[in-house]
């Protein structure tokens, strides 16, 4: 037989683990200095007009 879980132990469970990955992502986003933000942004325009500038035209 199946041992029963407990819901409201699962759900609470689930809350810290999707809290967690919540931090991790918050931790990247906000833990640069302006300095980085700013290299950062500039790295991906430069891509973006990198890419755009590789694309053909279509016809």
């Known amino acids: 037989m199946v041992e029963p879980i ?3 132990r699962a759900r ?3 809350a810290r683990i999707e809290a967690t990955e919540k931090a991790a992502r918050n931790r990247v986003l ?3 200095t302006k300095e980085q933000k ?3 942004r500039l790295d991906a ?3 973006a007009r990198e890419l755009a500038a590789k694309r053909r ?3």
Do not use: I, M
């Open 6 to 8: 407990n819901l409201n």
């Open 12 to 14: 609470k469970a689930r």
């Open 30 to 32: 906000h833990g640069l």
């Open 38 to 40: 700013t290299t950062a």
């Open 45 to 47: 325009e430069r891509a």
């Open 57 to 59: 035209d279509e016809p």
